[in-house]
């Protein structure tokens, strides 16, 4: 069964199309998409076409554009014969294709045979400028950029991100979430914004595409590992020495051809051992500060395994199989900063994820895309002491770490897409459903913890209140969410789209049923070059309920769990003073909706020179329903107007936002096309790079679902939002000028980000310590510049009779209607064996970014930096490929 499922929703949910035009044209037109067995569309084939009445009557051969498009203009109705052919391929033919007036398009796939050079050739530019689905508003990462990123996957996200935005969502083979693949098994990296389309589920801009791929061609394989010591870092400037510091990454990965044209295969397993030294900045008692490495070591250990295998079960149809697992082992968390040695406690997590994908066309009209994702997590956490917690705002914190239990997620998610191409009209629909088993019985704070207000109170032995969490902590539960689409890329003429949409998103615990979010988009390309593609584009997007903030209304309910707060009480008796309150509650909102977003992007995408090419857009958000704390028994003149309870927090979903950003990017590429560059030993055109600059201000009236405004109304909490950061800047520079040498600088800058005054006291006496000094706005104070200049530099010695017949069994998987540029899977060495010898220099300069900033007045530290973010390491690497 082809896609069953989701071709009984396309059947249900798809109208015929209609035409715009009242009357059709007289001549015909014919566009002609080349796919791999995959899907995947080929750019740069060859296709040719034959008049079947008249053989003798020739045309001109097509090439197909970077999405697998040709297209015939003028053409008489009638019947033809269609040939592709790409190196590497065995040729496709249709025979006798009816070509009606006006719009025309089918679909050719093409066999494998063997992956060869390809050539260049010429492409319908206008008509590959106006697709909103093409390279506009794009940036692809050339192989040189992703051979530089880093091999450690926290590192390598990071780097991402960087790239994108911090709120970028990431997408590997069509499936959101999960870990990122070992580098190795990346194909390719697109950075796509202005992703309005209504198969987007998130209302986030950016949005990063990984692809990966199998081994290609005879068995082959390679190893990595990667090594830092004290030594090769720099010491934070609030500490007179430098504490032990290791990391170590082994990687080996093998993969290659199983079945000749049928199935191939790629395992990598990675090990990664490393420690820190936390460095400790606390006030001390009676006065004076205490700033120095602390005397353990952090350690984090894991190993991963991650296995991909694809199988050719027709001659279009392609099914991969992936299974990725980690196993992450933290001990000493919880300590440095203001938290002394005894708040340590360790963590443990494993993490799996099995894949299912199919892909493939259906007939010459349709492609379609289904997978399924199974994903486990176990987590348990442990203080290393049990012992109550003495906390003294921004100041110290000692006592136990009072963690132990952990959350047991099971999720499973089914998403599929159908393409549907037909005249003018690309019609895509799809469906995602993602349900999920939680089992949790994480406990946190069940031995109490004492709060005081400065050092001063703690030398007095006045603590403000003592909370402690009593009861039991386990919960179960399911949930569900899902999300439906249709939308269609209306192609008007050669330079006009209109990609009109609709989508549908439901939850479980929800009782909002009218999430329908339509999007609608306008790509322009006015001139018959294709040099500048111009983008209008709007869209109403919906968030799901976070799973964390419903186990935190079920758990802390007022009678599963408990939370005793005691006023003043005594220390180390509590029970010798103080005001002993009734237990206090969180609860979720009998009418809390998804929040609902509105975004508006325009831009445009100009090639400068076939070098140079400049993209802007500017977007302008509005957020409703976001989730805030309402304490629906805050004291009023002193008195609880429940007195059954202390207080009531009920998550509300009544506060929201405002951004705008406006983004340009600016890619330089001065390599020509073809390998002809690859030849000399120096050749300074061997380089590229990137520059991206944005401002932007985002603005909300709330901090999280649980947070209450200290004044109880949402009128006095208008500010910039956690992650308002006015300006930032991300540059990079890559170089193979010297050949085997790949070189590379990095920039990463960002504006300060905002953050809160606070008394430090609990002026309004209900127990939460965020009251604000009269006058003083939310997230009024900011911390200084953060600029990172990071650089990556590896030589790749060849040996060995270079491989032959290195041809890739089967194409990977990809997107329909993506065509892939910076393909590594090209990539061509010379030498059978490669060895590659790298350095990579994070905070080269080793400038000081100071975070950790205190807001709260009764601490020594207020407005002070109590760290450091990112002191310089340097890190030496060795691969060996075969």
Known sequence: MKHGLIFITFCLGLAPPVPLLAQAPRDARLAITVADPS????????????????????????ATTDKGVALFDGLTPGRYTVRAEFAGFEAGTLKDVRVRAGDNKHIVVLGLKKVEESITVGQEAQAAAADPRGSAFKT????????????????????????????????????????????????????????FAAENHSAESDEIQIIT?????????????????????????????????????????????????????????????????????????????????????????????????????????????????????????????????????????????????????????????????VAWVDSVSQATIEAPTIRVLDSFTRGGAQVTGGRHPRNIEFASDIDYIRGINTVRVGVLVDSGWYRSNDSTNYLGTYTYTSIAAFDAGQPASFTRRIGNPLIEYLNTQAGAYIQDDIRVSKALTLSPG?????????????????????????????????????????NWLNAITYEQTLRVDGFRQQQIDIVNPG??????????????????????????????????????????????????????????????????????????????????????????????????????????????????????????????????????????????????????????RRHRVSAQINTQALKNLNAGVT????????????????????LIFNDRPAGVSRNSARMPWQLTWSSNFSYSIGFGAPAVGRASAIAPIQEHGGGERGDRGAAQTAGRYRLVLSVQAQNLTNRANYVGFSGVMTSQFFQQATAVANPRKIDIGMSFRF
């Open 39 to 62: 899907g995947a569309v080929i750019p740069n084939a060859t296709v040719t076409i034959v008049d079947s009445g008249d053989p003798s009557k020739t045309f001109k051969p097509a």
């Open 140 to 195: 692809i990462l050339t192989p040189e950029q992703i051979e530089a990123l880093s091999d450690d996957p926290a590192e390598l996200l990071q780097q991402l991100l960087d790239m994108a935005s911090p709120n970028a969502v990431i997408r590997v083979d069509s499936f959101f979430g999960g870990p990122l693949p070992p580098k190795a098994q990346i194909k390719s990296i697109h950075i796509v914004r202005d992703a």
């Open 213 to 373: 791929q199998p081994g290609v061609g005879p068995i082959h394989g390679g190893g990595n590992s990667r090594f830092r010591d004290a030594s090769m870092s720099a010491r934070s400037p609030f500490t007179q020495t430098r504490g032990p510091e290791r990391t170590q990454n082994v990687e080996g990965n093998i993969g290659g051809s199983l079945i000749k044209n049928k199935s191939s295969f790629s395992i990598s397993v990675g090990r990664r051992s490393a420690f820190d030294t936390p460095t400790l900045y606390v006030a001390l008692p009676g006065g004076g500060t205490r700033s120095e490495v602390m005397n353990l070591r952090r350690p984090n250990d894991n190993w991963s395994v991650f296995g991909l295998f694809d199988y050719a079960l027709t001659r279009d149809q392609t099914l991969r199989l992936s299974y990725d697992q980690s196993n992450v082992t933290r001990r000493n968390l919880g300590v440095g900063g203001y938290d002394l040695e005894d708040r340590a406690y360790s963590s443990d997590v494993q993490d799996h994820e099995f894949r299912a994908q199919i892909a493939g066309p259906i007939g010459r009209r349709m492609f379609a895309n289904t997978r399924l994702q």
């Open 502 to 542: 609709l989508r549908y998103e439901a939850q479980t615990h929800l009782h909002d049923l009218g999430n329908f979010g339509p999007r609608f988009g306008v790509t322009w390309a006015p001139s018959k070059s294709g040099r500048t593609t111009l983008r209008l584009s709007y869209g109403v997007f919906y």
């Open 571 to 724: 220390y180390p008796a509590r029970e010798t003073g103080g005001v002993v309150l009734p237990t206090s509650r969180y609860l979720l909102g009998d009418d809390v909706q998804m929040i609902r977003t509105r975004r508006l992007s325009t831009g445009i995408d100009q090639t400068l020179s076939p070098k140079l090419r400049l993209s802007i857009t500017y977007s302008n958000v509005r957020q409703a329903d976001l989730l805030r704390g309402l304490n629906l028994n805050a004291p009023v003149n002193g008195l609880r107007p429940d007195p059954a309870f202390a207080n009531v927090i009920e998550v509300v979903s009544d506060a929201s936002a405002h951004t705008q950003q406006l983004a340009t990017t600016l890619n330089l590429n001065l390599a020509p096309p073809g390998r002809a560059t690859s030849l000399p030993r120096w050749n300074w055109r061997r380089t590229n790079a990137r520059l991206t600059y944005w401002v932007a201000k985002a603005e909300n009236n709330t901090d999280g679902a649980f947070n209450v405004p200290s004044s109880g109304t949402l009128s006095t909490e208008w500010g910039p939002s956690l992650g308002d």
């Open 747 to 766: 920039l990463a800058g960002n504006s300060g980000a905002p953050y809160t005054i606070t008394t430090g006291i609990d002026n309004n006496g209900d």
